[in-house]
């Protein structure tokens, strides 16, 4: 069952599991950029007996505000309370709407594994998911050896083509992004994230962000963290990964 619920600025689904399958765990879905509203392995992962919940990143569709990167990782802090706090009142009906989680994961791919990285050791999450996940923004698109997409020109059409659907979208803000002057760049705060059980997943013929990022990320926290990293022949980004990963991923979140 899926349900419309909100926390301060942020919209968001929620869809309930079947009652003879609740693993009590939740999931939150992190998209890259520019997203879809709903995660197309959301109802799975539900009829697989967990909660599932996918925030609207601030600023972007149904959810309040301007989009930016402070904005997104107040998104990824938000929804992290809100799932704690068990409990918000659905929008169809007005009345309060509860879920029971004693652990939560966070799912992200690529861009949205930027912000949840940037953040992961401030948060009371313990398990993450990434696929494909962009880790290294003072590298990207930087070695002419590998191939990998140009971040500037993905400001661009976004602005130019999804302006409505990300409001308040600041190249400005962006570009500080992608030259790896904001707070979201994991590989530059790698070494304050302990403690945590990761697993990362990347495709071998990805030219959006190439494989090599993911392997610099491991090797930079696997010393103070349990990391599980797995790489996917002749698999490029999103969909592709989505599917190649999807029982491993599975797997992994239901242990």
Excluded at 44 to 65: C, D, K, N, Q
Excluded at 105 to 117: A, D, E, K, N, Y
Excluded at 198 to 207: E, V, Y
Aim: hydrophobic share 35%; aromatic share 10%.
């Amino acid at each position: 069952m899926r349900y419309r619920i909100k926390s301060k600025e942020i919209v968001c689904d929620l869809i309930k599991p079947p009652k003879d399958k609740n693993l009590k765990k939740g999931i939150i879905i992190f998209p890259g950029m520019p997203n879809q509203p709903r995660n197309e392995n959301s109802d799975t992962f539900a009829s697989e007996g967990f909660y599932v919940l996918e925030p609207r990143y601030i600023g972007s569709w149904e959810s309040y505000g301007e989009f930016n990167i402070d904005n997104c990782i107040k998104t990824v802090i938000e929804a992290e309370k809100l799932f704690q706090k068990g409990f918000s009142i659905e929008c169809w009906d007005n009345k309060r709407i509860k879920w029971d989680v004693d652990e939560i994961i966070i799912l992200s791919s690529s861009f949205g594994s930027s912000i949840v990285l940037s953040i992961a050791h401030e948060l009371k999450t313990k398990k993450f998911v990434c696929l494909a996940p962009l880790t290294n923004l003072k590298k990207h698109n930087k070695d002419k050896k590998i191939e990998e997409q140009d971040l500037k020109q993905l400001g661009l059409f976004i602005k130019r083509g999804s302006e409505n659907a990300f409001r308040g979208f600041n190249l400005s803000d962006w570009n500080r992004f992608i030259q790896g002057k904001s707070k979201a760049n994991p590989l530059c705060i790698a070494n304050l994230v302990k403690d945590k059980n990761i697993f990362l997943a990347h495709g071998k013929k990805d030219s959006v962000i190439h494989y090599s990022r993911t392997q610099e990320y491991y090797n930079k926290i696997k010393i103070k963290n349990k990391v599980e990293l797995k790489f996917y022949e002749d698999t490029n980004h999103g969909k592709q990964i989505k599917k190649a990963a999807f029982q491993d991923v599975l797997d992994w979140v239901k242990k």
